[in-house]
């Protein structure tokens, strides 16, 4: 196995990431330096054609047209056991207040009582529960859980499936995930498994964009997008949003989130809760109950 590694800024992450998954017909992994603010963005490839030296001229050729200055290339072979190794080193158990506790299998650590296990192995989708935008996601999922009543959630861009499982385990339901990218979708899914949350969470190939805005509406909806696709879809989403129900959006840089936020400022949203950190920013807004004025104060 070979990793192919580019480094970037948070602004070209995407596009870095868009430009390795159609050269090499595979998802991107993204690793964040926080010390730095620097984005790693690697693939990891059986092999390299025709040749890795070949193959790394083509990769430098491409990059010089498609991105000004110079951008950091590291190609190298991987040792199938250290694959598996840097795994365990990366992601470990993380508790989300005294509601949740996300673990990898392999960890031994225990559940405190009352606490529910979220297993996750860490695969090629987005969502661990480190990333800040996916953390900010699950202490919103507990904060808005009001136990003993019925709540429903949809998880839009569901990644690994970690805040539809968590939702369910903390008693929402129903609960929708759905996704645009396929490998998020059978990851999502066997994720969904190893919880034994299956019947509770059945993701869904969707493309946001193509659904109507009439159906079903929900308690809680959780919006883990681009801020470009939270802008483009905020009326759709706001028709979703039940009268009092809580929409938790994240994966927003915090440069383009006032954008976002006086988008759902216009449909009748109010900023509940929000967070900012390093380069992100993620926001928690509500909508009026009936006959509850709604109040615009930005916070």
Partial sequence: MWQVSITTSAEREEAVAGFLEERFSAPAVVCHDFRTGRRVVSIYPSALRPTPEKARAELRRALGRLFSGRTAL???KLRRE?????????FKAMEIGEALLIKPGWSRRRARPGQRVVRLDPGLSFGTGHHATTCFC?????????AGSGQSLLDIGTGTGILAIAAAKLGYRPVEAIDFDPVSIQVSRANA???????????????LTLLPARGRRWDVICANLTADLLGSQAAKIRAWLKPGGQLIVAGVLRTEFCHV???FFTFGLTLAKYAVKEEWQSGRFESPGRGK??????S
Avoid: F, M
């Fill in 74 to 76: 590291v190609i190298k």
């Fill in 82 to 90: 250290n694959w598996a190794e840097s795994w365990k080193r990366h």
């Fill in 138 to 146: 699950l202490e919103q999922l507990t904060a808005c859980r009001r």
């Fill in 193 to 207: 498994r190893r919880n034994r949350v299956q019947d509770r969470v059945r993701p869904r190939r969707r493309d």
């Fill in 261 to 263: 936020r006086d988008k």
């Fill in 293 to 298: 004025k709604t109040d615009k104060t930005r």
